[in-house]
Nanobody, 123 residues
Framework: QVQLVESGGGLVQTGDSLRLSCVAS????????MGWFRQAPGKEREFVAA????????HYADSVKGRFTISRDNAKNTVYLQMNSLKPEDSAVYYC????????????????WGQGTQVTVSS
């Protein structure tokens, strides 16, 4: 079983930056592909970014490409989402997720989920 705990959300202004963190309980963290998703009120959960177990490979949603960066520190069992140039449309609950293999942008392919952290960007 893998437990994921996100942190780092908050209320910021347009153009600000935030870094989200997700700590995993699994001793097998370094063999898991990690992803970030988000869900705004009344909307479906959407893919943000994902990284392979080594961190060498990653991919992003078009809406965040060039502004967000996913990274991981396997020694700390932690994955990060650096969010720059934030916009009001980035406001959502952000979820960390894990799965055994890298490559999917679909939420239903991910086996483990955190509880989410709220990000609110004011205009």
């Amino acid at each position: 079983q893998v437990q994921l705990v996100e942190s780092g959300g908050g209320l910021v202004q347009t153009g600000d930056s935030l870094r989200l963190s997700c700590v995993a309980s699994a001793r097998t963290f370094s063999s898991l592909s990690m992803g970030w998703f988000r869900q705004a009120p009344g909307k479906e959960r959407e893919f943000v970014a994902a990284t392979s177990w080594t961190g060498i490979s990653s991919h992003y949603a078009d809406s965040v490409k060039g502004r967000f960066t996913i990274s991981r520190d396997n020694a700390k069992n932690t994955v990060y989402l650096q969010m720059n140039s934030l916009k009001p449309e980035d406001s959502a609950v952000y979820y960390c997720a894990a799965r055994p293999t890298y490559g999917s942008s679909e939420y239903y392919d991910y086996n483990y989920w955190g509880q989410g952290t709220q990000v609110t960007v004011s205009s």
